[in-house]
């Protein structure tokens, strides 16, 4: 069984701070997000019990029905309620066992048995898709506070050179326009715009967090830091469409499918006969003479007769058929969905991967390049600021588009991760686990 639970030493280097009697986080690791997140997940304990719940069934369902009991005055005359009036009066006590039709009881127990292993494999998928979920919305807030460090680094140098240029433009030692010193105020505006949309993108993310992460002791995520962004795997050390076979949604199918199939063995008892075992024991006074009146023994056996099973037995045995038939026919359905789903998610992540290489070896550095050539240029009064600015501002959409394709990248990677049902810790195995944001952040 795979292990999703995250080693505790992942929570070392996790700073709080204690405000208004509330623990916030100061930073957030993706491992520590999906390890707390898993930890507070209610829906394991509901789970559990239902388990438990299937299996006191299942022992309820294995055992005999409770006998009955009947007590019984016969033939007890109304004039005088004289028990020694007629010879025909007596008292008795009857008991009655019921046997449930040919192997119904064990079926049913075996029926419940099957249904609670679905359980534990459940808890694994939903194990699964929590932690999906959360990657999701982490990955979300990383870049958007990614963003807004790079647009905010962007601005400071944009306002230092509109600066630099309203002063060469009041003494006129540069060929600056005024034109261009008031192109760059706007291109300041704009960003300052994006800036907003982001933090409101980040404040959005830090709450939907919330659902996941909070405690009822009032632990929450609600400011801080997203850090240490993992090195994604190549895409030849990700595992094949063909391992999601074995993914716990698809075998926890496959124990619904053995259900039904008990099911269709339990419907065949119908045709098997009900039995009872009854045993009477009837209690006589003496006669009118005084003379002693033996007490009576009676032992008696019933049993239905299922003779008429058109519109009924048959009828259950054929439905049960089709629910185990319609089983697998969405497990089939479920299987290659699955598979295509996987399939479609690593031909994503290897283009993915791709295209994070060349902005990361190639573009990149061409941009930033021509950004010092420009500037270069603008200094010894070759270039002017115009192209300078538009130079800056394609720095800047380089890095927010690369930082777009790297977190597209490891949402990616949680699909995978999901429909391979690899969890994260396998994931990262396959790599260094190096981080990525120091790249974004000694980028100038």
Known sequence: MMSLKLSSARWVGLAVLTLSGHVFSSELSLNQAVERALE????????????QALIDRAESSGSLPDPSVTLTAGN?????????????????????????????????????RELSSQQPLLRQDRSLKVEQAVTRLWLQGYEAQESIKLMEQERDLLRQLVDAARAGYASGLNNTRQQDVVEANVELIRLEDRLAELRQALAVTRQQLGEWLSS????????????????????????????????????????????????????????????GLTAKYGYRDDDLMGNNRADLMS?????????????????????????????????????????????????????????????????????????????SAYHSDRG?????VKAR????????????????????????????????????????????????????
């Open 76 to 112: 007890f005359p109304v004039d005088t309620f004289d028990i020694q009036q007629e010879p025909m009066t007596q008292l008795s006590v009857a008991v009655t066992q019921m046997f449930p039709r040919g192997d119904s009881r064990a079926l049913s127990a075996q029926k419940n």
């Open 299 to 375: 032992v008696g056996v019933t049993f239905d007769l299922p003779l008429f099973t058109g519109n009924r037995q048959d009828r259950e045995v054929s439905a049960a058929v089709a629910d185990t038939e319609a089983l697998r026919t969405e497990k089939t359905l479920l299987l290659r969905r699955m598979r295509s789903a996987l399939s479609a998610a690593l031909t994503e992540y290897a283009y993915q991967y791709e295209r994070k290489t060349f902005y990361q070896q190639q573009l990149l550095p061409q941009v930033q390049e021509q950004a010092s050539a420009a500037l």
């Open 393 to 444: 501002t394609s720095v800047l959409n380089t890095r927010l588009a690369r930082l777009k394709i790297e977190t597209s990248l490891h949402r990616t990677l949680a699909d995978i991760r999901y429909l391979s049902a690899t969890g994260l810790l396998s994931a990262e195995s396959l790599t260094s686990g190096s981080s990525s944001s120091g790249e974004l952040k000694n980028e100038k």
């Open 40 to 51: 507070r997940d209610l829906w394991q304990t509901s789970s559990a019990r239902r388990e």
């Open 216 to 275: 009822e002791s009032g632990e929450d995520f609600e400011s801080g830091q997203f850090i240490g962004l993992p090195k994604g795997p190549s895409p030849d050390q990700l595992p094949t469409a063909e391992t999601v076979i074995q993914h716990p949604q698809i075998r926890a199918f496959e124990r619904r499918i053995q259900s039904s199939e008990t099911g269709e063995a339990l419907a065949r008892q119908s045709y098997r006969p009900a039995w």
């Open 384 to 388: 002017d600021f115009p192209s300078v």
